[in-house]
């Protein structure tokens, strides 16, 4: 499990359909080359990491140069993700993106290097205050040092604005989006490759989130990590992984009394059934020690699964899940919640050049403060391949929150219409 750069580099890992599903996947921040754009529920970082864990360069995409665009227009009922009077408004987007690879092989011999580069323009057309950029650039280093060991360095800058609704955003409809500025870098080694019977990975990252706007200091935080990782091929079909993370969140507001620790310990297995279907689940324990506060302290069970299954050479469904801490918007309580996740996805492939994809997610959080929310969300679409290098795609969705505090419930429906260009 490699950790690295941020979402624009791992196109090759996130999404194994990127050249054509486009807003229906697992996952769904935009990404350079695939641009895939997802309307779901943001998802929590350490849930995304769990789910879908992040290489500095991705190893099956060849060298070159992968331009991408997306011009969609999106339908909302509630826009401000509000229990009652909800706002439609339509949203158009323009997301174009690049990402450039070189290596191994060329001029760089062994070695790779890949630079991503990737916005996405939002306009709303009658509430324009709703208007907003994320945009962000990763480069990453893999260093193929001898024949068993590996060194990668990576960074990454991006800025965006967080989703309403979305899990661990602020509640406050009166209020612009917050908006906020992430840095991120870092460096690992490897030593032994997949194919031994024996892989260790460990490494040190540093990332620093600033928000903008709103008056939000008490949420600016840096987090150093320090992680590492043992891999054992007990047999061609069956590895397991045991995996220790380390952070150490240093929140920048002098009156903050959320500095901690947080450790996580895993243990996973990676089996493959058969040829048509794969399972990697994980299962750990992870604890946090507050700097200040050493009465809040706690603890949780957490875990991640990943099922895939190749019902028919047209045919893929996907099980996934995960649980662990992830970083609160509540300023002045407890800052950690437990994010909580499981969901299905499907994938039909109807013809040559069109395909049906649809999920259904459902997730839960359990707030310091008391508040326990669940957040179902499902969408259904279609992409059509009208060239190798155009394609048209549409969906319809549904999400909804209920919760112990009603101020934050709400539902709201959603329907899209996209067209990407991107190299094939």
Do not use: C
Request: glycine letters at 10%.
């Amino acid at each position: 499990m490699t950790k690295g750069s941020t979402v624009l580099s791992a196109s090759a890992r996130r999404l194994p359909l990127a050249a054509v599903v486009i807003g229906l996947a697992i996952v769904g921040p935009v990404i350079a080359h695939a641009q895939v754009i997802d309307y779901s529920m943001a998802r929590p970082e350490n849930a995304q990491r769990n789910l879908t864990p992040i290489e500095a360069v991705s190893p099956g995409l060849l060298s070159g140069f992968y331009p991408a665009i997306n011009f969609g227009v999106t339908y909302e009922n509630n826009i401000f993700r509000t229990p009652d009077d909800e706002k439609a408004d339509t949203r158009f987007t323009v997301a174009p993106s690049l990402l450039f690879k070189e290596g191994p092989g060329g001029a760089l011999g062994r070695h790779s290097f890949q630079l991503g580069i990737a916005a996405t323009f939002n306009q709303y057309d009658t509430f324009s205050d709703e208007d907003y950029v994320n945009w962000g650039v990763d480069a990453g280093f893999l260093f193929d040092v001898t024949s068993i060991l590996d060194w990668d360095v990576y960074a990454g800058y991006g800025e965006g604005a967080e989703q309403r609704g979305a899990s661990g955003a602020r509640v406050d409809p009166l209020r612009e989006k917050d908006e906020f500025q992430r840095t991120r870098v870092g460096t690992g080694v490897t030593l032994g490759r997949r194919t031994n019977t024996l892989q260790l990975r460990a490494g040190v990252e540093q990332e620093e989130i600033e928000f903008t706007n709103n008056d939000q200091t008490g949420r600016d935080r840096d987090r150093d990590t320090f992680f590492g990782s043992v891999f054992y091929n007990y047999s061609p079909r069956t590895q397991f992984l045991f995996d220790v993370q380390r952070y150490y969140y240093d929140y920048l507001d002098p009156r903050s009394l959320n500095d901690s620790t947080t450790t996580n310990y895993s243990l996973g297995v990676n089996y493959q059934t058969s040829a048509l279907t794969n399972l990697h689940a994980s299962v750990g324990y992870s604890d946090r020690e507050y700097d200040d506060t050493p009465g809040s302290d706690t603890d949780a069970t957490v875990y991640a699964l990943r099922w895939t299954w190749q019902a028919r050479p047209r045919t893929n469904l996907r099980v996934y899940g995960s649980r662990g801490f992830e970083e609160s918007a509540e300023v002045g309580s407890s800052q950690e919640y437990i994010h909580t996740l499981v969901g299905v996805g499907a994938t039909q492939q109807l013809t040559g050049r069109l395909i049906l994809n649809a999920f259904a997610n459902l997730g839960n959080d359990e707030f310091g403060s008391g508040r326990d929310e669940d957040i179902f969300d499902t969408a259904i679409g279609l992409i059509y391949a009208i060239r190798p290098w155009v394609s048209l795609s549409g969906m319809i969705g549904h999400v909804e929150r209920s919760s112990n505090d009603p101020l934050v419930e709400y539902d709201a429906e959603y329907a899209s219409l996209y067209v990407t260009f991107r190299r094939p």
